[in-house]
């Protein structure tokens, strides 16, 4: 889920195939309301799709990601091809967090995979990017999995209960920025055409019955 001013927005992302940066998979993603149950968002595929795979589990936030994103269209012919991502900020994970700047294009309805290609040959071209093999969402997943390690070895016990850490607090990762510069250079080639949006996103897994945590 993710909270972009006022409007929360919920997306359910299949299995993806990853080459060289390239994501591809399937997506499902509908605006819903204050709720975080499923039942309660409007009714369409996401909704089907997210309660057959709880199968009446409840949610709880498991990682957090709070973006600053910077982004514009790329356009062939007058149609938008691709969008253009610029992203700053941080995931956080049972206590622990880690930094991200990267840049994402992702293919838009009336792009072809071709587009995609011509557009990140251009990028790579032109700035010393590097293919990001591992989603925002992994590299979160990853962090809590290091965090919930971390409280098993500083257990007493060195027990079995898991912690439910939760933190208050597009996606096809192309290309991770190893330098300010860069992005700065980024920034300039995005021009006046650019807008930032602040997007903050929140993770929710099944959480077993009888698990602790609030």
Known sequence: MRLIGQRRIATLKGAATVRDGMYERDEWEAEIGPSDDPADWPAGELRDRVLALLGGAPVAPELSMRTLRHHVYAERGGARVAELSLD?????????AQHFRELEAELLRDGTRADLDELVGLLRARFPLAPENRSKLARGLALLDEANARSTVDSPAGGGLRANHANPARERPMAGLPSNRLGQAL?????????????????????PRGELGP
Do not use: N
């Open 88 to 96: 700053e900020g941080d995931i956080s994970a049972g206590g622990l």
């Open 187 to 207: 920034g300039e080639l995005l021009g006046a055409s650019a807008r930032g949006v602040l997007e903050r996103r929140a993770l929710v897994r099944p959480r």
